[in-house]
């Protein structure tokens, strides 16, 4: 049986790991020149300032996916808190049932205590998962375009 919870980044920065890699193994984008290397002082950050929010899905302790939202008022909505995805996943083994929909309707009840107007997700075109966010309401809004220019941080 899988529970559904939010949690802290220091109950689960060692949990998370190995399922951020098969994540990025999964959908990364560029890998070549981009590797996979988590600012974790700016999730902390984050965290502390109250932008931070996860939600997990654990099956007997384990770790099986987690879903987390940066959380701020809209810079164009003042009235108006949105939460962006930052990371959606289930190791494949959970993707069919309802482990997915019961994740993100869980957050989506704490979100909306927390004082959420609006849920912004979006979803890889290699692995889309259009049909389960419709299923839970979303509406299809915008497109988003990336292009690799070279850059280094």
């Known amino acids: 049986m899988v529970s559904f919870q ?19 193994e999964e959908i990364g984008q560029n890998k070549g020149p981009i590797k996979l290397n988590p600012d974790w002082d700016a999730y902390k950050n984050l965290e502390q300032s109250g932008l931070l929010k996860i939600f997990t899905a654990r099956s007997q302790g384990e770790l099986v996916g987690y879903f987390v939202v940066i959380v701020a008022r809209h810079i164009h909505y003042k009235d108006h808190i949105f939460a962006s995805q930052d990371l959606l996943y289930l190791c494949p083994e959970y993707r069919k049932g309802m482990t997915a929909i019961k994740l993100v309707k869980f957050a989506e009840k704490y979100l909306k205590e927390d004082g959420v107007s609006v849920m912004v997700m979006n979803t890889n075109i290699e692995k889309p998962f259009d049909l389960l966010l419709e ?18 941080s």
């Open 6 to 24: 939010q949690e802290f980044l220091c109950q689960v920065e060692v949990d998370i790991v190995p399922l951020i890699e098969d994540h990025w």
């Open 135 to 152: 299923r839970l309401g979303f509406t299809y809004t915008e497109r988003l375009y990336s292009k690799y220019v070279g850059g280094n």
